[in-house]
């Protein structure tokens, strides 16, 4: 059963250019979550997303920022006009099922390095 | 939100046990505490999550104080894969908004 799958791994933009980073989540779940590490930084959370539907965006800054997942194939966290301050690592992160309660794990990727020159 | 407090950087030898403590003591009556680890290069990896009671799993137990102020998460014998940063941390209001913050550096000698 593959993991959570992110492309690129690596990512290298100029100032004003676009970034689009995937995530395919693991087999047979349909939540995905996307957190964003800034160097020297905890990863914190940005955006939560069921199949065709924002759940909670709370965490997304509030323009250059999307987030989408299709019906079919992988989410994508778009990033609008890059700045340098947009250079992290990005991680998806997926779960069968809403997380609540006792339900407790998130399973994430390996992470979308971004760097913006 | 709940504030944690880990050290910095810890020790251990191969093939012995390792504890590493968290303070939560902000932490609300329904917040249930979570353990991540990451090593180099690599994402989050769930470890183990409890609310009052002491947990076991495969990987780890998580030993939480009577007042929920304090827990402690034990490898009972570090290996050199066990190399990596533990994140204790209480969710925000829900279980999948979680914020990292540094950490423990956990660094296993052979």
């Known amino acids: 059963n593959a993991g959570v799958m992110q492309n690129p791994r690596h990512l290298v933009r100029r100032r004003g250019q676009e970034a689009r980073l995937r995530c395919s989540p693991m087999?047979?779940?349909?939540?995905v979550y996307w957190y964003r590490q800034l160097p020297e930084e905890g990863l914190k959370f940005m955006v939560y997303l069921q199949k065709e539907n924002i759940i909670d965006e709370s965490g997304m800054p509030k323009e250059r920022f999307s987030a989408e997942f299709p019906k079919e194939g992988p989410s994508i966290l778009r990033i609008q006009q890059v700045v340098r301050g947009d250079s992290a690592a990005y991680f998806c992160a997926s779960s069968p099922q809403r997380l609540a309660g006792d339900t407790g794990e998130l399973f994430f990727g390996e992470g979308s390095r971004l760097t913006v020159l | 939100d709940a504030k944690t407090t880990q050290p910095n950087s810890m020790e251990s030898n191969e093939e012995e046990p390792v504890h590493l403590p968290c303070n939560h003591s902000t932490i609300s009556g329904t917040d249930y505490i979570h353990w991540y680890r990451q090593l180099p290069s690599q994402g989050p990896e769930y470890v183990i999550h409890g609310l009052t009671s002491n947990v076991n799993n495969r990987m780890a137990s998580l030993a939480i104080a009577e007042d929920r102020k304090s827990s402690t998460l034990i490898l009972h014998r570090a290996t050199l894969r066990d190399a990596a940063v533990y994140y204790c941390?209480?969710?925000?209001?829900?279980?999948?908004?979680?914020?990292f913050g540094k950490g423990t550096l956990l660094t296993v000698n052979p």
């Open positions: 941390i209480p969710p925000a209001g829900s279980n999948y908004k979680l914020t």
């Open positions: 087999k047979g779940h349909s939540h």
